[in-house]
């Protein structure tokens, strides 16, 4: 039995030490070990042992097994330092290989037509306000001195939610949100989302971006607001930008304007840019109408303001020359990654 378990375990040993791989070495401990394995076969022969040797060739039979175990162990363990090392080898790293290259973002025009609009009027001291994209049409048309019926209603083709819940149409309805908070004095910047159901075209886009401006004050006059714009479009358009008033009809404005800026392009010669006239309508404006001060909770007679209404990509297409609002939204990054 001694012999046959050394004979056993000098086997085991040769064929271990002679292993190449993990595979190798599992095969070797299931033929010796496993349930079938040689050892295995020899622990079913104690039955023929006599009962009084039983315990020292039990002893004899573990000692084997530990010993090929522990054979086993140490040879796993040199196999998997070998093929780590050698994996280590075949993987270097090139720390000056040159990197990959990623695509920087780009701002939008939008956006940064949008921060540039904030500057100036944060300069002037305008605080920037948000109000909902879904609005009510109270806000949207009835606190704005448009009531049912009005024909301003249809020019401004909108889409409703309910009979009484829409999506904006005009960033307007945050003026009538601010003045209804009774803080006092107002000077606010609204920059935001507007919707209208228009089909898509060079001019047109059914969801577009409007900036809204809001002043309300004692003693606030019609120069207050040519002032204000005048020196928004220097400090946008550049120092040479004249502007012009002519007299327009907003609901919530008395008396209104749409307001050109002189073509920056030609410097007011006529071009292509300005259609030949010299001159480009960047905006609308006026003086905000008494029966809104009133509907939002204000006393006409103590406190006065102005408005306007900047179309945001009608300002970025004409800063950066672009001639279709399409563009805008394609998100094309040919297109983008020029600005
Ligand atoms: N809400 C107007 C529009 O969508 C633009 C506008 C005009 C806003 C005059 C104003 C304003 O605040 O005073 O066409």
Same mark, same amino acid.
């Given at each position: ?7 056993? #375990?000098? !086997? =085991?040993?040769? %064929?271990?030490? *002679?292993? &190449? ?8 401990? +299931? ?39 522990? #054979?086993? !162990? =140490?040879?796993? %363990?040199?196999? *998997?330092? &070998? ?8 993987? +270097? ?41 879904? !609005? ?204």
């Amino acid at each position: 039995m001694k012999e046959k378990l050394q004979a056993i #375990k000098e !086997e =085991a040993i040769a %064929k271990i030490e *002679a292993a &190449k791989d993990l595979d190798a070495l599992n095969e070797i401990k +299931v033929n010796m070990l496993g349930k079938k394995g040689e050892l295995t076969q020899v622990l079913k022969g104690m039955k023929d042992v006599a009962p009084e040797d039983r315990p020292k060739v039990g002893q004899m039979v573990n000692d084997t097994r530990f010993a090929i175990e522990e #054979k086993l !162990e =140490a040879v796993k %363990k040199d196999i *998997a330092k &070998k093929l780590r090392e050698e994996k280590m080898k075949k993987e +270097v790293i090139d720390v000056t290989l040159p990197g990959t290259m990623h695509m920087k973002g780009h701002r939008h025009p939008n956006q940064i037509a949008l921060e540039e609009l904030e500057r100036v009027f944060i300069g002037m001291g305008y605080e920037i306000v948000e109000g909902p994209e879904v !609005e009510y049409d109270h806000y949207n048309f009835e606190l704005l001195n448009i009531p049912a019926n009005h024909p301003a209603k249809d020019e401004q083709d909108t889409f409703y939610i309910t009979k009484d819940i829409l999506l904006r149409t005009q960033t307007s309805p945050v003026q009538a949100r601010v003045m209804e908070t009774g803080r006092m004095p107002i000077r606010i910047l609204a920059p935001g989302r507007v919707f209208r159901s228009d089909e898509v075209d060079a001019t047109h886009s059914p969801s577009f971006h409007q900036v809204e401006g809001l002043v309300v004050d004692k003693n606030i006059t019609f120069a207050d607001l040519k002032g204000t714009l005048e020196q928004f479009a220097h400090e946008f358009f550049g120092p040479e930008t004249k502007i012009k008033l002519r007299p327009h009809h907003f609901p919530f404005t008395e008396p209104s304007a749409e307001v050109d800026v002189s073509c920056f392009k030609c410097g007011g010669k006529g071009c292509r840019m300005c259609k030949g006239s010299g001159w480009i309508e960047i905006l609308g404006c006026g003086m905000v109408h008494p029966k809104v001060l009133k509907d939002c909770g204000i006393d006409p007679e103590e406190y006065s303001g102005f408005a306007f209404g900047i179309g945001l990509e009608r300002v970025a297409l004409l800063k950066y020359e672009i001639d279709d609002m399409r563009l805008l939204y394609e998100n094309d990054m040919r297109f983008l990654k020029q600005f």
